[in-house]
Each structure stands twice: as C-alpha cells, then as structure tokens.
C-alpha cells in the first residue's frame, strides 16, 4: 500500500489501476479506499496489501454509453469511478471529475445555443 501512495502523491492522482501481469483489469485502488480501509482501520500502510483494500465489482460502462448514464450508473452505486470496457477489454476509467466536466460543458453549450436562438426569433419577429 506505501508504494501505491507514493505513486498517487509522485502523479498528483486520486487512484490507481490495478492490474495483473498480463494486463488484465481487476480493480481500482484510491485514496478513499487507503483512508477507509487502512487509516480508519487502524491498519499500517506498510504491511497491506494493495489486493486486500482495492474496489473491485465497479459497475461497467461502455465507450457508447452516454453520459446521463454514466451519470445514473455512479449515481445508483454511490461510486465515483466507473471502468469502461470495449470488445479488448479494459479501455480506461471515467471518474466523477470526468463527468462534471462534461455536465458543465453541455450546460454552457445549451445557455449559448437557447441565447442564440433567442436572438435569431427576436430579429426574426421584429422584437
């Protein structure tokens, strides 16, 4: 666990994939999971191991999936990373952050398209 924490301080990061040898995804190790599961615990970082803390059973999304639904998924499992998965398997993790961003800028985009539109029917209808 002390050497995951390194490299999540070392790269400025909230978790970490966890992997096998051959690549394969079995979870996410983060630092809610370390507070959580190691410091509240009272359990020392040294000696615990990454496999034993880490969340696994993430609910999945897919790259087609939209993001309503990537927000209903984390929403409905109270998670804050969902792993995406294609026809190769693993292709990356969508975090809470990732949809925010994209819910901010969908929101600004339709403020600027509703004022646009405004504009157009006011010059169009003489108002």
């Given at each position: 666990?002390?050497?995951?924490?390194?490299?999540?301080?070392?790269?400025?990061?909230?978790?970490?994939i966890?992997?096998?040898?051959?690549?394969?995804?079995h979870?996410?190790?983060?630092?809610?999971?370390?507070?959580?599961?190691?410091?509240l615990?009272?359990?020392?970082?040294?000696?615990?191991?990454?496999?034993?803390i880490?969340?696994?059973?993430?609910?999945?999304?897919?790259?087609?999936?939209?993001?309503?639904?990537c927000?209903?998924?984390?929403?409905n499992?109270?998670?804050?990373?969902?792993?995406?998965?294609?026809?190769?398997?693993?292709a990356g993790i969508?975090?809470?952050?990732d949809?925010?961003?994209?819910a901010?800028t969908?929101?600004?985009?339709g403020?600027d398209d509703?004022?646009?539109?405004?504009?157009?029917?006011?010059?169009t209808h003489g108002?």
């Amino acid at each position: 666990m002390l050497e995951a924490i390194t490299i999540m301080k070392s790269e400025n990061i909230s978790y970490l994939i966890v992997r096998d040898n051959d690549n394969r995804y079995h979870g996410i190790i983060s630092e809610r999971d370390y507070t959580h599961k190691v410091i509240l615990a009272n359990k020392h970082s040294d000696s615990t191991q990454v496999k034993d803390i880490m969340t696994i059973g993430l609910p999945m999304a897919q790259p087609h999936d939209t993001t309503s639904y990537c927000m209903l998924l984390m929403n409905n499992s109270k998670e804050r990373y969902l792993p995406v998965f294609d026809e190769n398997g693993f292709a990356g993790i969508i975090t809470i952050h990732d949809l925010m961003r994209e819910a901010m800028t969908d929101y600004e985009k339709g403020k600027d398209d509703l004022a646009s539109h405004e504009k157009e029917f006011l010059a169009t209808h003489g108002r």
